[in-house]
């Protein structure tokens, strides 16, 4: 199994012939990315929450490549009123078997908005606020991947990851809109996972942060490896 990295939060997961793409935001919206949706494949998309840097190439990709979307009931439902026909819509708690293995939903501190105008993706006049964000625990080749979403630091970090042990967490570090890198060492703690991966970090000026210091935090303080990665890297756990 093999995780590739498309810069700011998303990430393709790919087992064979299985591509998991977690939170589509790709060139040219992401100006951290390599890669535009049409050079992207995909047979599952999964979604942690609404705003315009998580689905900014959701419908399009999914609609090119006739891809399965996982998402909160309510980003489900707006994705199908744009046009997606393969979807599952689970809610916080809820667990997805997929070809690749599955998905589960749980909970994030964070705010879910479907994009509004262009001028204004994250508005809730211009958009739509539609209830809870999600974290993602994902199986995909006896691999168990726990993206973090957009979420602040919470005490049963460590309750997902004793239910569900954790392989590779992806941790978002950038502070602003997430927790930043200090509370992001703690979630580390928390997760036990042997890999961790920051992520949601340098792809705009708010969210500026030293991923080496929070490498150095994290491995000075628990036996987990942290993995800085670039875009278009891969990583095989």
Wanted: charged residues 20%.
């Amino acid at each position: 199994m093999k995780i590739r990295y498309h810069g700011h939060s998303c990430f393709e997961l790919v087992d064979g012939d299985h591509h998991v793409v977690v939170d589509p935001f790709l060139k040219p919206n992401n100006p951290a990315a390599t890669a535009t949706a049409d050079e992207v494949e995909a047979t599952h998309v999964l979604l942690t929450h609404g705003h315009a840097d998580h689905v900014a190439d959701a419908v399009p990709l999914a609609k090119r490549t006739g891809a399965h979307c996982i998402a909160m009931v309510e980003v489900v439902k707006w994705m199908e009123a744009q046009g997606i026909e393969s979807t599952s819509d689970p809610n916080l708690g809820g667990t997805v078997e997929t070809e690749f293995g599955w998905v589960k939903l749980v909970q994030a501190f964070h705010t879910n908005t479907l994009p509004g105008s262009g001028d204004e993706p994250f508005s809730a006049e211009q958009g739509v606020v539609v209830g809870p964000p999600a974290g993602l625990v994902i199986n995909i080749g006896g691999v168990t991947i726990y993206h973090l979403g957009d979420t602040a630091l919470f005490g049963d970090l460590k309750l997902i990851a004793e239910s569900t042990p954790v392989d590779v967490a992806l941790v978002p570090i950038g502070g602003h809109y997430t927790m930043d890198r200090r509370d992001a060492v703690t979630a580390a703690e928390l997760i036990g996972a042997p890999t961790v991966i920051p992520i949601h970090f340098n792809t705009f000026p708010p969210i500026e942060t030293d991923a080496e210091a929070f490498k150095s935090d994290v491995e000075s303080k628990t036996s987990s490896q942290v993995v800085v990665m670039s875009a278009g890297e891969t990583h095989e756990p």
